[in-house]
């Protein structure tokens, strides 16, 4: 098991809880789409996780340590929800400085860092841009960079905030597929925040659908159900079935509001 999550509650506020008594594992090799209203606590509950902010009970362990807020837990890789921000490093600096150690100046990086960096830009098929400053990329081409920093580590947990949010269609199956090509070769664990029911049944093993009451965790196909969406979006929704090199693929079309 990567990561347990034993009875996570949290509130800002006192009375308002945002998460309560949330229970949930991941093995390695496996992915789970966390899902919910926008507001509703997915970017909150992924940030207990990774111990940007404290569970006000419960816990959370990552290969058997727990995790502490402002002691960050070596082997998890967290890529915020995307933010056009200025920074005067190249694409590959940017990666480079992400491996650990190497944030200073004194730590410089060595030509096997540089060569993990392009390797891994490669993969993502972002290595044109390896030169290029990171204050001249759009918002997509910028997120995909910050998915590489947090690939340079290694991570046994990989945590992504909404990292599809800005990619165009191409670049969005080039992410999944370069996720779940990740994970596996890796065997290392992988959660998700997006709002795409459509990507979270092409690569999650486990679907996580918070509600405003409770959520839903277990197996992406039997969370991500036409009722399910009706009950935690207030959507109505038809899911189509068909066959694609092999693979069942699953996709929802979104019809009315409740
Ligand atoms: N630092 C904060 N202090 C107080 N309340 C906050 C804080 N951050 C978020 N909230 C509130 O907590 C709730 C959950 O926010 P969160 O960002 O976790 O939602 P989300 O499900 O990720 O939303 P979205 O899909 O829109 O990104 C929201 O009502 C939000 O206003």
């Given at each position: 098991?990567?990561?347990?999550?034993?009875?996570?509650?949290?509130?800002?506020?006192?009375?308002?809880?945002?998460?309560?008594?949330?229970?949930?594992?991941?093995?390695?090799?496996?992915?789970?789409?966390?899902?919910?209203?926008?507001?509703?606590?997915?970017?909150?509950?992924?940030?207990?996780?990774?111990?940007?902010?404290?569970?006000?009970?419960?816990?959370?362990?990552?290969?058997?340590?727990?995790?502490?807020?402002?002691?960050?837990?070596?082997?998890?890789?967290?890529?915020?929800?995307?933010?056009?921000?200025?920074?005067a490093?190249?694409?590959?600096?940017?990666?480079?400085?992400?491996?650990?150690?190497?944030?200073?100046?004194?730590?410089?990086?060595?030509?096997?860092?540089?060569?993990?960096?392009?390797?891994?830009?490669?993969?993502?098929?972002?290595y044109?841009?390896?030169?290029?400053?990171?204050?001249?990329?759009?918002?997509?081409?910028?997120?995909?960079?910050?998915?590489?920093?947090?690939?340079?580590?290694?991570?046994?947990?990989?945590?992504?905030?909404?990292?599809?949010?800005?990619?165009?269609?191409?670049?969005q199956i080039?992410?999944?597929?370069?996720i779940?090509?990740?994970?596996?070769?890796?065997?290392?664990?992988?959660?998700?925040?997006?709002?795409?029911?459509?990507?979270?049944?092409?690569?999650?093993?486990?679907?996580?659908?918070?509600?405003e009451?409770?959520y839903?965790?277990?197996c992406?196909?039997?969370?991500?159900?036409?009722?399910?969406?009706?009950?935690?979006?207030?959507?109505?929704?038809?899911?189509?079935?068909?066959?694609?090199?092999?693979?069942?693929i699953?996709?929802?079309a979104?019809?009315?509001?409740?």
């Amino acid at each position: 098991m990567i990561l347990e999550v034993h009875n996570g509650c949290f509130e800002y506020f006192s009375g308002r809880p945002i998460l309560k008594n949330i229970m949930f594992h991941l093995d390695g090799g496996q992915i789970m789409a966390v899902m919910g209203r926008n507001g509703i606590g997915k970017t909150t509950l992924i940030k207990c996780i990774v111990g940007i902010l404290p569970w006000n009970e419960g816990f959370s362990m990552i290969e058997e340590v727990r995790s502490q807020v402002n002691k960050p837990i070596k082997g998890i890789g967290y890529v915020p929800q995307a933010h056009k921000v200025s920074f005067a490093y190249s694409v590959r600096d940017m990666v480079v400085f992400g491996k650990a150690g190497h944030q200073t100046y004194l730590a410089a990086p060595g030509k096997n860092d540089y060569a993990l960096a392009d390797d891994i830009l490669d993969k993502m098929g972002i290595y044109d841009l390896r030169n290029q400053s990171c204050n001249e990329l759009s918002g997509g081409q910028l997120q995909l960079v910050f998915i590489a920093r947090a690939l340079i580590n290694s991570p046994r947990l990989l945590v992504l905030d909404e990292p599809e949010a800005h990619l165009d269609f191409r670049n969005q199956i080039r992410l999944l597929n370069l996720i779940k090509n990740v994970v596996l070769e890796n065997k290392i664990a992988c959660i998700i925040n997006t709002h795409y029911p459509n990507h979270a049944m092409r690569i999650a093993d486990k679907c996580f659908l918070l509600g405003e009451h409770d959520y839903r965790v277990g197996c992406t196909a039997q969370v991500m159900t036409e009722e399910n969406i009706r009950t935690y979006f207030g959507v109505h929704s038809y899911s189509h079935q068909f066959q694609y090199n092999g693979e069942t693929i699953t996709t929802f079309a979104f019809l009315d509001e409740v």
